[in-house]
């Protein structure tokens, strides 16, 4: 075939009819945007061969062949050997088929290697194929694309799959169309999940629960958060879900959900809570008022102990420390503020004071303050102290009474954020998800390169980290680690971090996958959890007495300082061990652990009462103690709360009192039996030896002694009075008619005394006061001293009473000397008498200590125009 015919069967080949080849489907052959070649098809003996003709612009550029290039050649010269047969193959298959075919194919080129989506199409003329049109289109962009979807794909199914959260996928019909696989280990399903519902899961109640919250998220298109308790074939699982609307071209189609198990947390959160309610009780079963002192800004956490025991709620009590400071007795401060200053110096282990109190009545009250600074600055300043109260009014009565009645005697005798990971070690790459880069507070557009995610890591964990890391690149070593990092913005963050290696066809690592998880709340929950632990130790190692935790067994869980020094040991000496074990020798464990026992059982507190315990060096001390029953947080293990006061000293002191009592009484009967009947005797004969006297110096001598043995008489009375009142306990009030009393006085006086008048400015009031039947001496004792002490010839008393709403005034002047202003605050004390007074000075001392123990007021005025006038005011009982 000459060239002529060839070129004119070339154009023919592309439907041109008539001569020349600038035709319109020339031009669209040459500038079409898709590769276009021609190939002339052969006969040999061994088949077929193939020849290039011809290839367009788009065909040249996208291969790299020009046009006079390619003509003439076949695909073994054109491509090689190996992709020329490939490429003759397809030729001869569109031959015998004698159809257009399509197919897919890889080839290497003078431009490049590329993927290629050929369209081979055979021409035939007088029933014989002769030429094949091939039109080729570059499909390398779009296999890459399809490559990349793929890789995304199996890391999202990876990720999918080894998340510890729950993730399902249900349809706007409540049919699942998937679950990872820790929703189908957390519902025990091993089929397929597709097409299941909550009703083959669930019970009715929990299946139509979870309806409702899927309706409100496909109606109203709002994420949804609930916490809830789902029933699973292991048992029930506290789970915080949350549930999300899927779109599809603007519609909601479907729910996904991500469910994390919280069971973990809610029981540490009700451990945390169960701790701090055991530790309110064991504080308020022991009456302790508690402190908490910010020294920096000196505001004070007070607990509801401490304001009762002033007699004051919670809210009444403010929260700086001038509460405190305020309350305390002038007398008293001083000493506790250098005492202060001492512990906060560091020149003693405890702030420990005993001083008084102002209550909400305006008493006063013992405690013991016993403190400690917990906390101290870089420069060694305190910054924060803890601290108790404990209520010693009583025991300081006790002292107080028993040094009263000792002084007397020696008168008269002389205390689920979470993300992935891929680092891929052959292009020295590290991708985050966009959660790891949340965890770490990065920019999501921002590159991290794999020394730099190193460097997050908190500088003393940062060692552990890449330990772990170069243990999973050299040998192949997953880890699991707990660690924590510091974020871009500072905030250190506790995370879990998961790390599993990637390994190529031969078995060599080359890369890693893993997850990324925040648990800063967990370990928040852990450190409050130990914190609360440590408090509890701070606070009963302060109590000054014995605090302590026992299983059923008598083994000691938990005992404080004291505890502990009972026994000659430390806390951890006695942690873990019962009383037998401590001290094999003096065994009292048999004893205690009934009651322990019972409490336990019981579910009820116990007051013991008194019981022993004998100390390492074989002391017996008396105990009082409460139990109350204990579950220990970590366990749940039954157990008992104790709390023990030793009271030895306070017993000693309560018998050497009450042998004082009795030798007291027994000084009294010698005084008012014995003494009183002899001093009858002296005043009786005296009488008869007056009267047979006849000069007046001998009678005024008579006259004398039976004026000293009367009132060496009343001294006997007033001896009796003080005794009564010494030996009383507590001051119990009750009614008393003031009428009777006050007027039984009067009489006596009127009777006894005859150079004295007695008279009544108005009525005595019937009311009742709060007294007791001791009132008697307080009128006996003031009425007789306007007598003893009035220098005129006839002492003129007037007795008045003035009632008010709750209280009544007795008032009663005399027309004797006055006393001065500089006296008449030190007449009430014991042992004062006046110059000329002939007196024990102890009369008006026991008027003003009845007075008080009633609760009134006792006082003396001047009397016009001359005289005193004594005031007793008393509460009327209601």
């Given at each position: 075939?000459?060239?002529?015919?060839?070129?004119?069967?070339?154009?023919?080949?592309?439907?041109?009819?008539?001569?020349?080849?600038?035709?319109?489907?020339?031009?669209?052959?040459?500038?079409?945007?898709?590769?276009?070649?021609?190939?002339?098809?052969?006969?040999?003996?061994?088949?077929?061969?193939?020849?290039?003709?011809?290839?367009?612009?788009?065909?040249?550029?996208?291969?790299?062949?020009?046009?006079?290039?390619?003509?003439?050649?076949?695909?073994?010269?054109?491509?090689?050997?190996?992709?020329?047969?490939?490429?003759?193959?397809?030729?001869?298959?569109?031959?015998?088929?004698?159809?257009?075919?399509?197919?897919?194919?890889?080839?290497?080129?003078?431009?490049?290697?590329?993927?290629?989506?050929?369209?081979?199409?055979?021409?035939?003329?007088?029933?014989?194929?002769?030429?094949?049109?091939?039109?080729?289109?570059?499909?390398?962009?779009?296999?890459?694309?399809?490559?990349?979807?793929?890789?995304?794909?199996?890391?999202?199914?990876?990720?999918?799959?080894?998340?510890?959260?729950?993730?399902?996928?249900?349809?706007?019909?409540?049919?699942?169309?998937?679950?990872?696989?820790?929703?189908?280990?957390?519902?025990?399903?091993?089929?397929?999940?597709?097409?299941?519902?909550?009703?083959?899961?669930?019970?009715?109640?929990?299946?139509?629960?979870?309806?409702?919250?899927?309706?409100?998220?496909?109606?109203?298109?709002?994420?949804?958060?609930?916490?809830?308790?789902?029933?699973?074939?292991?048992?029930?699982?506290?789970?915080?879900?949350?549930?999300?609307?899927?779109?599809?071209?603007?519609?909601?189609?479907?729910?996904?959900?991500?469910?994390?198990?919280?069971?973990?947390?809610?029981?540490?959160?009700?451990?945390?809570?169960?701790?701090?309610?055991?530790?309110?009780?064991?504080?308020?079963?022991?009456?302790?008022?508690?402190?908490?002192?910010?020294?920096?800004?000196?505001?004070?956490?007070?607990?509801?102990?401490?304001?009762?025991?002033?007699?004051?709620?919670?809210?009444?009590?403010?929260?700086?420390?001038?509460?405190?400071?305020?309350?305390?007795?002038?007398?008293?401060?001083?000493?506790?503020?250098?005492?202060?200053?001492?512990?906060?110096?560091?020149?003693?282990?405890?702030?420990?004071?005993?001083?008084?109190?102002?209550?909400?009545?305006?008493?006063?009250?013992?405690?013991?303050?016993?403190?400690?600074?917990?906390?101290?600055?870089?420069?060694?300043?305190?910054?924060?102290?803890?601290?108790?109260?404990?209520?010693?009014?009583?025991?300081?009565?006790?002292?107080?009474?028993?040094?009263?009645?000792?002084?007397?005697?020696?008168?008269?005798?002389?205390?689920?954020?979470?993300?992935?990971?891929?680092?891929?070690?052959?292009?020295?790459?590290?991708?985050?998800?966009?959660?790891?880069?949340?965890?770490?507070?990065?920019?999501?557009?921002?590159?991290?390169?794999?020394?730099?995610?190193?460097?997050?890591?908190?500088?003393?964990?940062?060692?552990?980290?890449?330990?772990?890391?170069?243990?999973?690149?050299?040998?192949?070593?997953?880890?699991?680690?707990?660690?924590?990092?510091?974020?871009?913005?500072?905030?250190?963050?506790?995370?879990?971090?998961?790390?599993?290696?990637?390994?190529?066809?031969?078995?060599?690592?080359?890369?890693?996958?893993?997850?990324?998880?925040?648990?800063?709340?967990?370990?928040?929950?852990?450190?409050?959890?130990?914190?609360?632990?440590?408090?509890?130790?701070?606070?009963?190692?302060?109590?000054?007495?014995?605090?302590?935790?026992?299983?059923?067994?008598?083994?000691?869980?938990?005992?404080?300082?004291?505890?502990?020094?009972?026994?000659?040991?430390?806390?951890?000496?006695?942690?873990?061990?019962?009383?037998?074990?401590?001290?094999?020798?003096?065994?009292?464990?048999?004893?205690?652990?009934?009651?322990?026992?019972?409490?336990?059982?019981?579910?009820?507190?116990?007051?013991?009462?008194?019981?022993?315990?004998?100390?390492?060096?074989?002391?017996?001390?008396?105990?009082?103690?409460?139990?109350?029953?204990?579950?220990?947080?970590?366990?749940?293990?039954?157990?008992?709360?104790?709390?023990?006061?030793?009271?030895?000293?306070?017993?000693?002191?309560?018998?050497?009192?009450?042998?004082?009592?009795?030798?007291?009484?027994?000084?009294?009967?010698?005084?008012?039996?014995?003494?009183?009947?002899?001093?009858?005797?002296?005043?009786?004969?005296?009488?008869?030896?007056?009267?047979?006297?006849?000069?007046?110096?001998?009678?005024?001598?008579?006259?004398?002694?039976?004026?000293?043995?009367?009132?060496?008489?009343?001294?006997?009375?007033?001896?009796?009075?003080?005794?009564?009142?010494?030996?009383?306990?507590?001051?119990?009030?009750?009614?008393?008619?003031?009428?009777?009393?006050?007027?039984d006085q009067i009489e006596q006086i009127r009777s006894d005394q005859d150079?004295?008048?007695?008279?009544?400015?108005?009525?005595?009031?019937?009311?009742?006061?709060?007294?007791?039947?001791?009132?008697?001496?307080?009128?006996?004792?003031?009425?007789?001293?306007?007598?003893?002490?009035?220098?005129?010839?006839?002492?003129?008393?007037?007795?008045?009473?003035?009632?008010?709403?709750?209280?009544?005034?007795?008032?009663?002047?005399?027309?004797?000397?006055?006393?001065?202003?500089?006296?008449?605050?030190?007449?009430?004390?014991?042992?004062?008498?006046?110059?000329?007074?002939?007196?024990?000075?102890?009369?008006?001392?026991?008027?003003?200590?009845?007075?008080?123990?009633?609760?009134?007021?006792?006082?003396?005025e001047d009397n016009e125009p001359t005289g005193s006038v004594f005031v007793?005011?008393?509460?009327?009982?209601?």
């Amino acid at each position: 075939m000459d060239e002529k015919s060839r070129s004119n069967n070339d154009a023919s080949s592309f439907g041109v009819a008539g001569e020349g080849v600038d035709t319109v489907y020339e031009a669209i052959f040459r500038e079409i945007d898709d590769a276009v070649f021609l190939v002339e098809v052969g006969r040999t003996d061994d088949g077929y061969e193939f020849t290039f003709q011809q290839n367009n612009t788009a065909h040249q550029e996208q291969t790299g062949f020009v046009e006079d290039t390619m003509r003439g050649q076949t695909p073994r010269d054109l491509l090689g050997d190996e992709q020329g047969a490939a490429v003759a193959a397809n030729y001869r298959r569109c031959v015998e088929r004698g159809d257009t075919i399509e197919y897919e194919e890889r080839l290497t080129f003078p431009g490049g290697t590329s993927h290629w989506q050929t369209k081979l199409t055979p021409i035939t003329e007088d029933g014989t194929i002769t030429r094949i049109v091939g039109i080729a289109r570059d499909v390398t962009a779009q296999k890459e694309q399809e490559r990349e979807h793929q890789r995304t794909h199996r890391r999202f199914q990876t990720v999918l799959e080894t998340m510890s959260a729950a993730v399902f996928l249900k349809d706007a019909d409540g049919r699942y169309l998937l679950m990872n696989q820790a929703c189908r280990d957390l519902f025990d399903v091993d089929a397929d999940p597709v097409g299941m519902t909550d009703e083959d899961l669930f019970p009715r109640e929990t299946a139509e629960q979870a309806r409702v919250d899927d309706t409100r998220v496909l109606e109203h298109g709002e994420q949804l958060q609930v916490e809830e308790t789902i029933p699973t074939p292991a048992g029930e699982s506290v789970r915080l879900t949350r549930k999300s609307p899927v779109y599809d071209d603007g519609e909601i189609v479907a729910v996904c959900g991500v469910s994390t198990d919280i069971t973990e947390r809610k029981e540490r959160e009700r451990a945390l809570q169960r701790l701090k309610d055991r530790l309110e009780l064991a504080v308020e079963g022991a009456q302790l008022g508690v402190w908490d002192w910010d020294m920096a800004t000196d505001e004070v956490e007070f607990n509801e102990q401490w304001a009762q025991m002033l007699g004051h709620s919670a809210d009444e009590i403010g929260s700086h420390v001038d509460e405190w400071e305020r309350r305390v007795h002038p007398e008293d401060l001083g000493l506790v503020e250098d005492a202060l200053s001492d512990h906060m110096a560091g020149e003693t282990e405890y702030y420990d004071t005993e001083h008084r109190m102002r209550t909400a009545s305006g008493e006063w009250k013992w405690v013991r303050d016993v403190g400690k600074v917990v906390e101290r600055d870089d420069g060694g300043e305190p910054v924060r102290a803890v601290g108790i109260h404990l209520d010693i009014d009583d025991q300081k009565r006790r002292e107080k009474e028993l040094e009263r009645t000792r002084a007397l005697i020696e008168r008269t005798q002389e205390s689920a954020s979470i993300g992935w990971w891929e680092v891929d070690l052959v292009a020295e790459s590290l991708t985050w998800s966009d959660e790891v880069y949340r965890i770490h507070g990065v920019p999501v557009e921002e590159s991290i390169e794999l020394e730099e995610a190193i460097g997050f890591y908190h500088p003393d964990d940062r060692e552990t980290i890449q330990t772990a890391f170069d243990r999973l690149v050299e040998e192949g070593e997953s880890y699991d680690l707990e660690l924590r990092i510091v974020t871009a913005s500072g905030r250190t963050r506790w995370v879990r971090g998961i790390g599993d290696p990637k390994f190529d066809d031969a078995g060599d690592v080359v890369g890693a996958l893993g997850l990324f998880q925040n648990i800063t709340e967990r370990k928040e929950y852990e450190t409050a959890l130990e914190a609360t632990r440590e408090e509890l130790r701070k606070i009963i190692d302060l109590v000054p007495d014995l605090v302590f935790v026992k299983n059923r067994e008598g083994e000691y869980l938990l005992a404080n300082e004291a505890t502990a020094e009972a026994y000659g040991k430390t806390p951890e000496e006695v942690e873990g061990r019962s009383e037998g074990d401590i001290i094999p020798e003096v065994d009292d464990s048999a004893e205690f652990r009934q009651d322990d026992l019972e409490v336990i059982e019981s579910g009820e507190p116990k007051a013991i009462g008194e019981e022993t315990l004998t100390t390492a060096d074989g002391e017996t001390r008396i105990l009082q103690t409460t139990k109350i029953p204990y579950k220990m947080p970590e366990t749940g293990e039954d157990a008992v709360l104790g709390y023990a006061r030793d009271v030895t000293d306070l017993k000693e002191y309560e018998r050497t009192v009450e042998e004082q009592r009795d030798s007291l009484k027994l000084l009294n009967q010698v005084v008012r039996h014995d003494i009183r009947n002899q001093l009858m005797v002296v005043e009786s004969y005296t009488e008869l030896l007056e009267d047979s006297l006849s000069d007046d110096q001998s009678r005024t001598y008579a006259r004398t002694v039976i004026e000293a043995a009367k009132q060496a008489a009343e001294i006997t009375e007033t001896a009796r009075d003080v005794t009564e009142v010494l030996l009383q306990v507590g001051s119990d009030r009750s009614g008393v008619s003031l009428r009777d009393e006050l007027s039984d006085q009067i009489e006596q006086i009127r009777s006894d005394q005859d150079r004295a008048t007695v008279s009544l400015d108005g009525g005595i009031p019937d009311v009742t006061v709060l007294a007791d039947d001791l009132l008697e001496a307080v009128f006996r004792n003031l009425l007789t001293n306007a007598v003893v002490h009035n220098n005129e010839d006839v002492a003129e008393i007037v007795v008045s009473t003035r009632v008010s709403d709750d209280t009544v005034r007795v008032s009663i002047a005399d027309n004797g000397p006055g006393i001065e202003d500089k006296h008449k605050a030190q007449i009430f004390q014991e042992g004062e008498k006046g110059l000329e007074s002939g007196g024990t000075g102890v009369g008006l001392y026991l008027v003003k200590t009845l007075v008080d123990r009633y609760g009134g007021e006792v006082w003396v005025e001047d009397n016009e125009p001359t005289g005193s006038v004594f005031v007793v005011e008393l509460a009327i009982a209601d």
